[in-house]
């Protein structure tokens, strides 16, 4: 289920949608929607792998500016939990996200 539209239900239904998923989805670093109920916008980097700092909404409503300190975040993130280094991996996906963002028209 994914509920986009900014109508009454929508409002009304967010703040326990998002409780409902609190403890067990991660979610949109920009408004805070968890992914058990949005839809999430993925950025497919090289090697197969894909990250998803914001959701298809955000996406296509926030700023370059709000899209890359979402992006940072979720690489700061990525790093905090990490064992150790981040492997290469996530470091080009990190690297190809920046890009493509900036990239954007």
């Not at 949608?17 to 839809?39: H, P, T």
Request: proline share 5%.
């Amino acid at each position: 289920m994914s509920i986009d539209e900014p109508n009454l239900l929508y409002r009304l239904l967010r703040p326990f949608l998002n409780l409902q998923g609190a403890n067990r989805f991660s979610g949109c670093i920009i408004c805070g929607d968890r992914w058990n109920w949005k839809k999430h916008h993925r950025i497919q980097g090289p090697g197969g792998i894909g990250m998803f700092p914001y959701c298809e909404e955000c996406h296509r409503k926030a700023t370059k500016e709000q899209k890359l300190r979402a992006i940072n975040r979720l690489y700061l993130l990525w790093d905090s939990q990490s064992k150790g280094p981040l492997d290469q991996a996530h470091i080009d996906l990190y690297q190809y996200a920046i890009r493509t963002v900036e990239a954007e028209q």
